[in-house]
């Protein structure tokens, strides 16, 4: 993923992105990502909608863009550097936002959420490192790389001890239906969400 938005998350009620640190009793402790990456504590009552869950509508009604695609395909075409702000003019936006998705869904991808993208995009590409996706030869390496020994007995492997966490909803499509919270706005939102493995015995 060339941005790993894992743990990047807009919170109801606090302007920016935040990157999530660790639950606690109570909410969980987050990171603003800018360069001050302030600490503090998001209760349960705030809407927390993970970047990585959020997709784009498309004209195809059932099909959608993912958020980290829609972020590969502008460093694709812009790097880090944006044409546009979040206060460019509206036709600047709509032309930009054409040249990433020609065909989003002009009537439940709302100006908002233009604006949105490009102020997440700014924050995201200031913070984390772009990582390039494989090549195809690198893949097939890794692939085989992870293949056992030929004739080689293999032992159970252990299983993973796993955090127990929410289960995220299915893709979540950016619109300002509910899906993005708004700086100030509150509790109206929805949240589309917030062993190893044993050697090969050698035969002596």
């Not at 970047?51 to 004209?59: K, P």
């Not at 829609?70 to 812009?78: A, E, S």
């Not at 002009?106 to 490192?129: E, F, N, P």
């Not at 390039?132 to 007995?153: F, H, L, Q, W, Y």
């Amino acid at each position: 993923m060339p941005y790993d938005l894992k743990e990047i998350a807009a919170i109801s009620g606090m302007p920016g992105l935040y990157r999530l640190v660790r639950p606690t009793r109570n909410g969980v402790i987050v990171e603003s990502l800018d360069e001050k990456a302030a600490r503090s504590v998001a209760s349960a009552r705030n809407k927390v909608s993970l970047l990585q869950e959020i997709s784009i509508y498309t004209q195809d009604y059932d099909q959608t863009v993912p958020l980290t695609e829609v972020f590969d395909r502008i460093y694709q075409q812009h790097g880090n550097s944006l044409p546009v702000n979040n206060k460019a003019e509206d036709r600047d936006l709509t032309a930009f936002m054409e040249g990433i998705i020609p065909d989003y869904d002009r009537q439940r991808v709302y100006m908002s959420d233009i604006k949105k993208l490009v102020s997440w995009y700014h924050a995201v590409s200031s913070r984390l490192d772009y990582q390039a996706p494989a090549t195809e030869e690198e893949s097939i390496s890794a692939e085989e790389a992870d293949k056992p020994a030929k004739n080689a007995p293999l032992t159970k492997s252990a299983d993973k001890a796993g955090t127990q966490q929410e289960e995220p909803a299915a893709d979540e499509a950016l619109s300002t239906a509910g899906i993005i919270p708004a700086e100030g706005e509150s509790d109206e939102l929805t949240n589309p969400e917030a062993g190893d493995e044993s050697k090969a015995a050698k035969k002596a």
